[in-house]
């Protein structure tokens, strides 16, 4: 009897153990931003990340949405303010709504993740969203059912195109997670397929890079683009301008202290279109070393470019945060580019 007691309490206690574990990480998964959340979603080979926090763009915009019209108003806004910068769908905004029952006019977020062998697109829609419906107008499109649940709807360039010539190609290929309530497209069905298992656990995610801590150092963007560890380096250095800048741009660099290699890299853009830089470093004595020289290059000439970021952008603080250096910059115009402005190389305060 005792013994059936005893076994009867430590299956209570392990109960009482799953339960909390699962409290815990229920609350971590709500605690975490959109962005966060995203990158948790997309596959760890990811290297450059665009993302767009539509939510809060339409809590910004304030549009009109019911019509086909009124969407492309509402994408025409995004472009002007910039909001719609990263977004890889915002052209086929109003075909995405109109055919396929979710777009920027009704999704929570949207990433898309660009890596060596393949590029793919997330799109987190509300909880209360038909996922049947959304799966029926697939399958109504001409898409070939898959046979499983995170399989892949089977599309191709001839089908998207003949649906609407404003469909990103992207779109050929689509994974629905109707109990996340999630949509993931990609040009490539291998590649689609291969994602899917981030979404089922079966496949390593972008959490365990720096992206997500970094992510977390400044306020929620509406917009923002991210680099992966060193790949920034190549994907912003110096190293895209011609000869001429490029020694220019040594030379200012040498003029500022001096810069080290970058770890991970987070340009975002707020709603109020502030602009958040976060440059990530391999220690808290690297990103002490790089303060300076890197908020005087970002106030200095825009080498490579037209102009100075100066002109565009006027620093308003500077500082570390641990192993990471945060610029916080507020454009000097109400409406124009901003995040547009340095999204692509060369960037001078970003070279390594």
């Given at each position: 009897m ?111 993740a660009?890596s ?52 990103s ?9 109707a ?26 995610s ?40 490029q ?6 660099v ?99």
């Amino acid at each position: 009897m005792r013994r059936r007691r005893n076994l009867l309490v430590v299956g209570l206690v392990l109960v009482l153990v799953v339960a909390v574990a699962a409290v815990v990480v229920e609350v971590r998964r709500h605690d975490r931003s959109p962005l966060q959340r995203a990158l948790a979603l997309l596959p760890a080979s990811s290297l450059r990340i665009a993302f767009t926090d539509w939510a809060l763009v339409r809590e910004e915009l304030h549009p009109k949405l019911g019509t086909k019209a009124r969407v492309q108003a509402f994408m025409d806004r995004g472009y002007r303010t910039d909001l719609s910068a990263a977004s890889s769908i915002d052209e086929s905004a109003a075909a995405l709504d109109q055919h396929y029952g979710f777009s920027p006019a009704n999704a929570e977020w949207e990433a898309y993740a660009q890596s060596r062998s393949g590029a793919v697109m997330v799109l987190q829609l509300p909880s209360d969203t038909d996922m049947d419906a959304v799966q029926d107008h697939l399958e109504t499109l001409g898409y070939t059912r898959p046979g499983s649940d995170l399989g892949v709807w089977k599309g191709g360039v001839d089908l998207v195109a003949s649906i609407d010539p404003t469909i990103s190609p992207e779109l050929q290929y689509v994974v629905v997670d109707a109990a996340k309530h999630l949509v993931l497209t990609s040009d490539n069905a291998g590649y689609a397929g291969r994602s899917a298992r981030v979404l089922s656990g079966d496949a390593d995610s972008l959490s365990g890079s720096s992206l997500p801590s970094l992510a977390g150092r400044s306020p929620e963007p509406a917009a923002a683009y991210l680099w992966r560890g060193g790949f920034a380096c190549e994907d912003l250095s110096m190293s895209q301008a011609d000869a001429s800048d490029q020694r220019t741009a040594d030379r200012l660099v040498r003029r500022a202290g001096g810069v080290d290699s970058l770890d991970g890299v987070v340009m975002g853009m707020r709603a109020d279109r502030g602009l958040d830089v976060t440059l990530g470093f391999e220690n808290d004595q690297q990103a002490k070393d790089n303060l300076r020289s890197r908020a005087r290059l970002f106030v200095g000439p825009a080498v490579g470019r037209a102009g100075s970021y100066a002109d565009d952008f006027r620093l308003t603080r500077s500082r570390t945060d641990g192993d990471a250096v945060l610029l916080t910059a507020k454009p000097r115009a109400k409406d124009g580019f901003v995040l547009s402005q340095v999204d692509d190389g060369p960037v001078l305060f970003a070279t390594c």
